[in-house]
């Protein structure tokens, strides 16, 4: 029996036990602790639903939001479609918030939010992916994508993806005010050879 001493039975035990955890912890456990890529600048409401409707969002899928800011994308995706939702940020003041936003929406039971690295995550089950980083960090992420099941949609707000032709592309001016514009890809990317 183990005291207040580690007995070789007792340690061995430990080490058992602790080598049966090791997969349990998966990098979408793993707490971040570094600056996030990129700042947060949330997304227009009009622009979010426009993204959403170009992911062509179907009942029982799965949306991730890779930099979830505010938490308005997967909240939205929870209460118009009726899916599960997850939202990953880097910043624990972002995850406070997104938390936020899923208690005042009512979404809860739909809505995950992680306090993650989206470079770290393992994105196989997720449909639909929404991004709002930056040009290099979509290009930064095409390894992960690559991994994503065949038919998921990517719908990355303003920025595009170099070397990975887009399905469809638009500009869109909610209420006549600044143009944004939303790209469109749908797995396997279909790679483009640099000009
Ligand atoms: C431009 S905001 C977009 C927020 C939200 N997706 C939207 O469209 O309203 C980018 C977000 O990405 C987060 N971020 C930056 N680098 C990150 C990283 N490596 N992993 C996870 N989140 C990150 C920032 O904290 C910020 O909240």
């Known amino acids: ?9 007792c340690l061995t035990a430990i080490i058992v036990s602790f080598i049966a955890l090791q997969p349990l912890t998966t990098a979408q456990d793993k707490v971040p602790n570094r600056e996030p890529d990129v700042i947060f600048v949330p997304t227009p409401y009009e622009v979010v639903n426009k993204m959403l409707e170009m992911a062509d969002v179907r009942p029982g899928e799965i949306v991730y939001d890779l930099g979830c800011g505010d938490g308005r994308i ?7 479609y009726g899916v599960r ?10 995850v406070k918030e997104s938390l936020e936003t899923v208690a005042n929406g009512k979404v809860k039971h739909l809505v995950t939010i992680k306090h993650a690295d989206v470079f770290e995550l393992d994105l196989s089950k997720a ?13 930064k ?3 992960q994508l690559d991994k994503l099941k065949p038919g998921c949609r990517i719908v990355s707000h303003d920025f595009n ?3 990975v032709r887009p399905k469809r592309e638009i500009t869109f001016s909610p209420n006549g005010g600044c143009e944004h514009r939303i ?13």
């Open 127 to 139: 449909d639909v992916i929404t991004l709002y980083l930056l040009p290099a960090l979509n290009v």
């Open 183 to 195: 790209f469109l890809w749908e797995t396997p990317l279909e790679k483009v050879r640099p000009q």
């Open 85 to 94: 939702a997850w939202g990953f940020d880097i910043n624990p003041v972002r």
């Open 1 to 9: 029996m183990c005291t207040n001493r580690l007995t070789r039975p």
């Open 74 to 80: 997967p909240v939205a995706a929870a209460k118009k």
């Open 161 to 163: 993806m170099e070397g």
């Open 141 to 143: 992420l095409i390894p």
